[in-house]
């Protein structure tokens, strides 16, 4: 089992972000931005190309549920809103493979 991150790439309406996942589930996605985001720089509606360890990656849609900016850094959560059944499967058995191991993306 791999112990790589899950790298997340988020499009927004004036933005684009390459981060790495903090945590994962079928429901949603938070991560990590190094440097902090002004109100008019987050769009509700993303899409997101998601990679996870040995698999290809794969594009969801989401809508930014959650911001908590500390000094210049922040994280965010997505909730999924178009996540096709093969990759909610694909993020299902990963989250059960972390879970077994013992630890989170």
Do not use: W
Not at 16 to 43: K, W
Not at 72 to 84: I, K, P
Request: aromatic letters at 8%.
């Amino acid at each position: 089992m791999t112990h790589e991150p899950v790298e997340v790439q988020v499009m927004g309406g004036t933005f684009l972000e390459v981060v790495t996942a903090l945590d994962i589930s079928v429901g949603g996605v938070c991560i990590y931005v190094a440097h902090g985001f002004s109100q008019p720089e987050m769009s509700e509606q993303v899409q997101l190309i998601m990679t996870l360890p040995g698999k290809k990656p794969f594009l969801a849609k989401g809508a930014i549920r959650h911001l908590t900016v500390a000094g210049e850094s922040g994280r965010f959560g997505v909730e999924f809103t178009e996540l096709d059944q093969v990759h909610r499967t694909v993020i299902e058995n990963y989250v059960e493979q972390m879970l077994t191991f013992g630890r989170r993306s």
